[in-house]
């Protein structure tokens, strides 16, 4: 069931083009120095048509919650979730979002130096000037509160939230929000389940850093439980 992506109402910038692209379950709001819309859509078809075909083909591959190793001579997208999904023991469709902002951001970098590609709370990131990233966590009083400051010497980037209380994505946590950094945004889109996975109360904070730790290529990671938060790695918070 399609849910009102609300933080959308906060973007105050006035330097890029904003638009939406929609296709099924894919919903994109992008940014960019140009209108790219077409270019956005035909890049979605490229990647969705390809993915829904290997799980017709391969229904495992969007029922599993574990990892899926082993994949050969699969689609991109396909062969880019299931590596980020293993390197987070998760199971591949934890990455889509994340997957499928970061290869059409990419895509759209042939046609502008800027991109912001925003799918369901994860996002692919390309920017020449400092980027302010608003953090909606929910009914935390943390909400509106604070922002992920994002330099250009860190992009590209793929910045991904998961959370237990927002959204349609399946959580067995309960955290406000779980926020990840990393190069790979399929890989920030599965950890941030993985390690939403593990929050139950804000006592689970330290250890969700933990784990962060340990899953190689994560720039940083932000866990939000109530009024607590618990900060890891290259993550820099501004009121």
């Not at 130096?113 to 994860?122: A, F, H, K, M, Y």
């Not at 992920?148 to 590209?156: C, M, Y």
């Not at 237990?164 to 309960?174: I, P, R």
């Not at 933990?210 to 720039?219: D, H, R, T």
Request: glycine fraction near 10%; aromatic fraction near 6%; hydrophobic fraction near 40%.
């Amino acid at each position: 069931m399609y849910q009102p992506r609300i933080y959308r109402d906060w973007i105050k910038d006035k330097d890029l083009v904003s638009f939406q692209v929609v296709e099924k379950e894919t919903d994109l709001h992008i940014r960019a120095g140009v209108d790219l819309r077409e270019e956005a859509r035909q890049s979605i078809l490229k990647y969705r048509r390809p993915l829904e075909n290997y799980i017709r083909e391969n229904p495992s591959f969007y029922s599993s919650l574990k990892p899926l190793p082993g994949i050969k001579g699969a689609p991109l997208i396909v062969a880019e979730m299931a590596r980020a999904a293993e390197k987070a023991g998760v199971g591949p469709m934890a990455t889509v979002a994340g997957a499928i902002a970061q290869l059409v951001g990419e895509d759209l970098l042939k046609y502008s130096s800027e991109v912001i590609v925003e799918n369901g709370g994860d996002i692919f990131l390309k920017t020449s000037r400092r980027r302010l990233i608003g953090i909606y966590a929910g009914s935390s009083v943390l909400t509106g509160k604070i922002a992920l400051q994002i330099k250009p010497e860190d992009t590209p980037l793929g910045i991904c939230c998961s959370s237990g209380k927002v959204g349609h994505s399946l959580s067995f946590g309960s955290a406000d929000a779980v926020i990840i950094l990393s190069p790979s945004a399929p890989l920030a889109d599965a950890a941030a389940t993985a390690i939403g996975n593990l929050i139950k109360s804000d006592e689970d904070i330290p250890k969700g850093l933990k784990f962060a730790k340990n899953i190689k290529g994560l720039k940083g990671v932000a866990i939000i439980e109530g009024e607590k938060m618990g900060i890891w790695g290259g993550v820099k918070i501004l009121r």
